[in-house]
């Protein structure tokens, strides 16, 4: 196997000197580290072209050696001590495909500490332990490359940091997880109720045998907080994101809102406002017209809007073994690329933001502002006009109001408004207040609509 003595860090050789291989210790070696193997392995001569210089893997750990062992046939040393990976002077940089977030932290702090570039995919470990992170690298000079975090195939840490660089980010909104995504389109395409359609899921493998991850929103809002630090220069606190999942998304919702002409989406929103950065994960109603409302299944997508550019749209698979491995070993490109330039111009690591932006704060819930949808069952059919006339006097302006469909015979009726863009606090007391008045029968579900233009 290639050795060189060459010790990390140092300036890439001069020109007439063989470019030295960039030695990759790899931390996990299962779908995504598995997959980053074969790809790295399959597409070897291509990607040393790219990067200018060979991409090696020196030392992979994992905790079943004989797995790992048949994964790499033999062509790689293994272990089952994650901070030998992380802390040995023959690896450059560290890939982190293990997951979790408490050992996580601590081969990627020691990594770090020890001169390392980070490769990873784990957006759980950034999402929590992301400012320590990343201020770690900021001190020691290293890059914390994370594309494969944020959603797998499509490039949009790229995309926000190189090819939109020149726009003042006005929003980002994207569905971000794959497996809520396909929930809501058999709810919508079959009329399955939540419980049906995460049952197929799971037996699909779309979902895990535990999604609460997934369904109550905490991975799109990890991805969330990694979009905004690159679009606004927020911090990376999953703490700073409201979340709200699809758990208690009723089937009639799904209807109404195609009567209406919409169709919820499990979406992430950062977007700009003049005194901060909105955060959220939440169902929203997305216009059927809306190139958003036909991501379906378990892909993902992405749209950007820049002051300049206007609005762009990514689109991908947001899951997948070789899939990640294409945005880790892009990590890994660049980081081949930009080892021994400086610190600022190289792959996205947050510190940059430190010095280039001035970050802005995240807004409180009640100062984020939408329109809404309201379902609000009611005694009768006449109840419609007092109902928009009471939300009107209540500060909440009413863009369209009707009756709902009768979801099925018997069932009572059901007034449907539209708002106009409301701040949350006022829609909040609103709802609040709402849930007492005399002509309601039943539970008011309020959900919002991105308009995303
Ligand atoms: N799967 C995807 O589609 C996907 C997409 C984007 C991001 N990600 C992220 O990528 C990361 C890895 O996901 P994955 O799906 O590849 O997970 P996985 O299939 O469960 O693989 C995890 C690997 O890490 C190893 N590992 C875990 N804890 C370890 C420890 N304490 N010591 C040594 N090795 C340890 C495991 O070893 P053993 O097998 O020997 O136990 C296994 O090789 C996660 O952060 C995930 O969120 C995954």
Same mark, same amino acid.
């Given at each position: 196997m290639y050795r060189d003595p060459v010790q990390s860090l140092e300036p890439l050789p001069s020109r007439s000197a063989a470019p030295r291989a960039l030695r990759v210790g790899m931390i996990g070696i299962g779908t995504v580290g598995a997959g980053t193997f074969r790809v790295l392995a399959r597409n070897q001569a291509d990607i040393a072209g790219r990067a200018g210089r060979p991409i090696e893997l020196v030392m992979v750990a994992a905790r079943n050696l004989e797995r790992a062992a048949r994964i790499v046939g033999g062509t790689v040393p293994v272990t089952d001590d994650p901070l030998r990976v992380a802390t040995h002077p023959d690896v450059d940089v560290v890939v982190e495909v293990a997951g979790g977030t408490g050992p996580a932290r601590d081969w990627v702090l020691a990594a770090i500490a020890h001169g390392k570039h980070v490769v990873t995919a784990n957006k759980a470990l950034l999402a929590v332990h992301g400012a320590e992170i990343f201020a770690a690298a900021r001190q020691h000079g290293v890059a914390v490359a994370y594309e494969g975090a944020v959603a797998v195939s499509i490039p949009i840490v790229k995309a926000l940091r190189e090819g939109l660089t020149a726009n003042r980010i006005e929003w980002v909104a994207g569905i971000i997880n794959g497996t809520t995504n396909f929930i809501l389109s058999k709810m919508e395409d079959e009329g399955l109720d939540f419980a049906a359609a995460l049952a197929e899921?799971?037996?699909?493998?779309?979902?895990?045998?535990?999604?609460?991850?997934?369904?109550? #929103?905490?991975? !799109?809002?990890?991805?969330? &907080?990694?979009? *905004?630090?690159? /679009?606004?220069?927020?911090? +990376?606190?999953?703490? %700073?994101?409201?979340?709200?999942?699809?758990?208690?998304?009723q089937r009639t919702d799904v209807a109404c809102a195609a009567q209406l002409g919409f169709r919820i989406k499990l979406l992430g929103v950062a977007r700009r406002r003049e005194e901060g950065v909105e955060l959220r994960v939440q169902p929203a109603l997305v216009p059927v017209s809306h190139l958003m409302a036909h991501v379906n299944g378990?892909?993902?997508?992405?749209?950007?809007?820049?002051?300049?550019?206007?609005?762009?749209?990514?689109? #991908?698979?947001? !899951?997948?073994?070789?899939? &990640?491995?294409? *945005?880790?070993? /892009?990590?890994?490109?660049? +980081?081949?690329?930009? %080892?021994?330039?400086?610190?600022?111009?190289?792959?996205?690591?947050?510190?940059?933001?430190?010095?280039?932006?001035?970050?802005?704060?995240?807004?409180?819930?009640?100062?984020?502002?939408?329109?809404?949808?309201?379902?609000?069952?009611?005694?009768?059919?006449?109840?419609?006009?007092?109902?928009?006339?009471?939300?009107?006097?209540?500060?909440?302006?009413?863009?369209?109001?009707?009756?709902?469909?009768a979801a099925q015979p018997g069932s009572g009726p059901q007034v449907l408004v539209l708002t106009q863009p409301v701040q949350q606090g006022t829609m909040d007391l609103a709802l609040h207040a709402l849930q007492a008045h005399p002509s309601v029968a039943g539970k008011v579900t309020a959900l919002r609509v991105e308009e995303l233009a």
């Amino acid at each position: 196997m290639y050795r060189d003595p060459v010790q990390s860090l140092e300036p890439l050789p001069s020109r007439s000197a063989a470019p030295r291989a960039l030695r990759v210790g790899m931390i996990g070696i299962g779908t995504v580290g598995a997959g980053t193997f074969r790809v790295l392995a399959r597409n070897q001569a291509d990607i040393a072209g790219r990067a200018g210089r060979p991409i090696e893997l020196v030392m992979v750990a994992a905790r079943n050696l004989e797995r790992a062992a048949r994964i790499v046939g033999g062509t790689v040393p293994v272990t089952d001590d994650p901070l030998r990976v992380a802390t040995h002077p023959d690896v450059d940089v560290v890939v982190e495909v293990a997951g979790g977030t408490g050992p996580a932290r601590d081969w990627v702090l020691a990594a770090i500490a020890h001169g390392k570039h980070v490769v990873t995919a784990n957006k759980a470990l950034l999402a929590v332990h992301g400012a320590e992170i990343f201020a770690a690298a900021r001190q020691h000079g290293v890059a914390v490359a994370y594309e494969g975090a944020v959603a797998v195939s499509i490039p949009i840490v790229k995309a926000l940091r190189e090819g939109l660089t020149a726009n003042r980010i006005e929003w980002v909104a994207g569905i971000i997880n794959g497996t809520t995504n396909f929930i809501l389109s058999k709810m919508e395409d079959e009329g399955l109720d939540f419980a049906a359609a995460l049952a197929e899921a799971q037996a699909l493998g779309y979902a895990e045998a535990d999604p609460a991850f997934d369904i109550e #929103g905490i991975d !799109a809002a990890h991805k969330l &907080t990694l979009l *905004a630090a690159n /679009a606004f220069g927020t911090s +990376v606190r999953l703490a %700073d994101v409201q979340v709200e999942g699809i758990t208690s998304l009723q089937r009639t919702d799904v209807a109404c809102a195609a009567q209406l002409g919409f169709r919820i989406k499990l979406l992430g929103v950062a977007r700009r406002r003049e005194e901060g950065v909105e955060l959220r994960v939440q169902p929203a109603l997305v216009p059927v017209s809306h190139l958003m409302a036909h991501v379906n299944g378990s892909m993902n997508g992405i749209m950007v809007k820049g002051d300049a550019a206007g609005v762009t749209m990514y689109y #991908g698979a947001g !899951a997948g073994s070789e899939q &990640t491995a294409s *945005a880790v070993i /892009a990590d890994l490109v660049d +980081v081949a690329r930009l %080892d021994g330039t400086h610190a600022a111009q190289r792959v996205p690591h947050l510190g940059f933001h430190a010095h280039a932006m001035s970050a802005l704060p995240v807004l409180p819930r009640a100062a984020t502002c939408s329109s809404h949808y309201l379902r609000v069952p009611v005694h009768a059919a006449g109840d419609v006009e007092a109902i928009s006339a009471w939300l009107v006097r209540q500060q909440v302006p009413v863009r369209h109001v009707t009756l709902a469909a009768a979801a099925q015979p018997g069932s009572g009726p059901q007034v449907l408004v539209l708002t106009q863009p409301v701040q949350q606090g006022t829609m909040d007391l609103a709802l609040h207040a709402l849930q007492a008045h005399p002509s309601v029968a039943g539970k008011v579900t309020a959900l919002r609509v991105e308009e995303l233009a």
